[in-house]
């Protein structure tokens, strides 16, 4: 009979499980083995399968289809096979490659294609979103774990960032061009911003200009079954920049505040983290004086429209000058449903709703403030527009010995007859309005049909509206809150057809208190005067001479720009043409 003898076993000195790699004998060290994976839960006998269609893509790179449980990931249904291999993903020595008959096979098939059942959208979770193919029914599924799972990228056509397909790839031009005189002194995040705080008390009143009619009660009776069409009034209304104000420099040569500003300055400043497109204030320091102004014919002039949406308004892209082939994307007929168009169009109907929405006639008497119209000279011949100016200033010190004051120049637009006296800031009232333009239009922000659903459902209304334009009415809210007023009314304006942008309807008009309508929208007061402080410390820091704080048009980033003093004025501009004309005659 054979004898057996056991084979001399070799311990593990170090206490570890299998083999010691000191005392291995050198006939059974495997230097040239590569290292296949291999899972916890596979049977001994799989060690060695290379039949195996496992899930690690072994037999898959070796030309052998994979087949995929429908349930799980894996062959055996278990879905954590899968995580539990050692070295997935590791170069595997074992695949074989069929490298020069594979490349020159091909399959030719003549069958036709069998119609497809049903709509291009299959029911269940066969249908992969973003793919062009559309399996039949009864077709695996792919499991969640495996290589073609649901959100895999394959699906999808890759997946770059949250939500890209809202996104515009489009680049806006900044408000104003930046010269390359200029030198760039400070950055600040909008994250940054929002984290400020200042609690201001309230404000003190020196003096109050202008002349103001009755609001018309009538137009808050409006609903989509009585709308008003809104008509063209003639008449005018001054947005002085702060440095052209003939009483701010009366104030100013007297000292009673170091910073001077407008409320439609201020309310952009105080609402910059909510801002999307560009704008630019121009700061000037005079000795110890600030100056907020503004540029004419920049972004302070007219009403943006859905700045906050997902998808905003577009302007057609300019042609490339580098590319003098490129056709200009313009077309000759500027499109009414264009982010440019669309501001006008916004424009015209917050000034004529403010015109029309106020009784001018007896009985309701005007109210004259203690002073005239400061902008109105003897020579004008149109009639002046209902509007009081309201001189405030608020303290910015956060210490009692601190002495930075802020003058504002605030604006209301009518007041409420029966709410007190006028003249003693009692019933005050600043009319705006909203504007539809297309709910089918690129750039609607998913608005929902006025006509059908501002009677039953206004609340979705109010809401889609605070969602598409946070930042329009945020700065809205903080200009009555600056001058003051008890009540702002809101129109809500539609275009009589769509396609028509120049007939408009009034389909309703809301009523709301400054202070609440805030707290609704999460405008934070203290956050604001937090910025206009940081801006004024930073301006403060800075020699004498001409500043630009530009929101850029692309990062919710703004930067301070130290500019020439003759930077957006007349005379730097005659300068320039100038300069231009004598290089050509050269």
Known sequence: MASFSLPPIHDNPDGGWGPSSSNMPDQFKFKDIPYAPYSKSDKLGR?????????????NAAGVPVTTNPRGGGPGGRRGDRNQAFGSGTANAFAYFHVEDESSFSLVDNKAAAPRRGSAFTRGRGASRG????????SARGGRGGPVGRGSQAQRGGRRGWRDWEKSNRTRESSVVISPQWSMLEEIEFHRLAKLRLEVDEPEELESYGKLFAYDKSYDRVTTKTEKPLQLVDRIKYNTTTSDDPVIQELASKNVAKVYATDVILSVLMCAPRS?????????????????????????????????????????????????????????????????????????????????????????PAIEFANPNPFYGPEETEPLA??????????????????????????????????????????????????EFDPRAQGAGGAPDWRSKLDSQRGAVVATEMKNNSCKLAKWTVQSVLAGAELMKVGYISR???????????????????????????????????????????????????????????????????VPFGTFTGDDEDGEAQEETFEEDE
């Open 276 to 364: 999307v497109y560009p704008w630019d204030i121009v700061i000037v320091r005079e000795g110890n004086n600030l100056f907020f102004d503004k540029r004419d014919g920049g972004p302070f002039d007219t009403v943006t429209v859905n700045e906050n949406a997902a998808d905003p308004p577009q302007d057609p892209a300019p042609p490339n000058p580098n590319n003098p082939n490129e056709k200009s994307a313009v077309p000759e007929v500027p499109s009414i449903n264009s982010a440019t168009s669309l501001s006008l169009e916004a424009t015209y109907i917050n000034q004529n709703f403010m015109f029309q929405s106020v009784i001018e006639n007896p009985p309701s």
């Open 47 to 59: 060690f060695a399968d290379w039949n195996d269609l496992s899930t690690d893509g072994r037999q």
């Open 496 to 562: 009589a057809n769509p396609r028509d942008n120049t007939r408009h309807v009034i389909l309703s008009t809301a009523s709301m208190r400054p202070t609440d309508f805030a707290a609704q929208l999460n405008v934070s007061l203290a956050n604001g005067w937090g910025i206009v402080r940081t801006v004024t410390d930073m301006c403060m820091k800075m020699p004498e001479g001409k500043y630009v704080l530009v929101k850029d048009p692309n990062r919710p980033v703004i930067r301070l720009y130290s």
């Open 386 to 435: 209902s509007c009081g100016y309201r001189y405030r200033v608020f303290d910015l010190g956060i210490t009692d010995d601190e002495d930075i004051k802020i003058c504002v120049r605030t604006e209301v637009d009518a007041y409420s007859p029966g709410q007190g006296n006028p003249r003693e800031g009692q019933g005050l009232v600043t009319i705006r309005a909203l504007n």
């Open 131 to 138: 793919t062009t193919a559309y399996p039949a029914r009864g």
